[in-house]
C-alpha cells in the first residue's frame, strides 16, 4: 500500500486533447531557383561584351553576351529561360546564370540525426532568420 500510495502521488493527470503535432528541425540552406541555366562559353571563346547588368531580368531568348572565336568570329549568347541574370565567381572561374524566379525554393542540409524527421510531401514552416522572414511551403 505504501508503494502504491507513492506511484499514485507522483502521477499527473493531463487532458489530451486532437491539436497538430509538430518539432522544430533545424539545418542551413540557401534560396535558390531550381530552374538554373547556365551560359555555356567555349574555352576557345572570349567574351567580347556583356550585354546585360547583373541583376537584371532578362527574358527568355534574350542577347546575353557576345563571344568572339579564335577565328575573331563573334557570336550571341542568348538565354533559354526568362530570370535574373548573374556572374558567380568560384574556384573554377566566373559562370554566367540565368536563375528563374518562378521555380524558387530552399534548399536545405540537415544534420543526420534529423533526417528521419522529415518526409517528402510534408508541409513545412520555414524561418530565415537572416531576413527575419517566415513562410509556409
Known amino acids: 500500500d ?9 502521477l499527473q493527470k493531463y487532458e489530451v486533447k486532437k491539436g497538430t503535432v509538430s518539432s522544430d528541425v533545424k539545418g542551413i540552406g540557401q534560396i535558390t531557383s ?28 534574350q542577347e546575353i553576351i557576345k563571344v568572339t572565336d579564335v ?7 542568348k538565354s533559354s ?26 534548399k536545405l542540409a540537415l544534420p543526420e540525426r534529423e533526417i528521419s524527421n522529415v518526409k517528402i510531401g510534408q508541409t513545412a514552416n520555414v524561418k530565415i532568420n537572416a531576413l527575419n522572414i517566415k513562410c509556409i511551403s
Open 71 to 77: 577565328n575573331n568570329k563573334t557570336k550571341t549568347i
Open 81 to 106: 529561360i526568362s530570370g535574373m541574370f548573374f556572374c558567380i565567381e568560384n574556384e573554377t572561374g566566373t559562370n554566367y546564370c540565368i536563375y528563374n524566379l518562378d521555380d524558387v525554393g530552399v
Open 2 to 10: 505504501v508503494e502504491k500510495g507513492f506511484i499514485n502521488d507522483s
Open 34 to 61: 531550381f530552374n538554373v541555366e547556365t551560359l555555356e562559353i567555349l574555352s576557345t571563346e572570349k567574351i567580347s561584351e556583356i550585354l546585360v547588368a547583373e541583376g537584371t531580368k532578362v527574358e527568355k531568348n
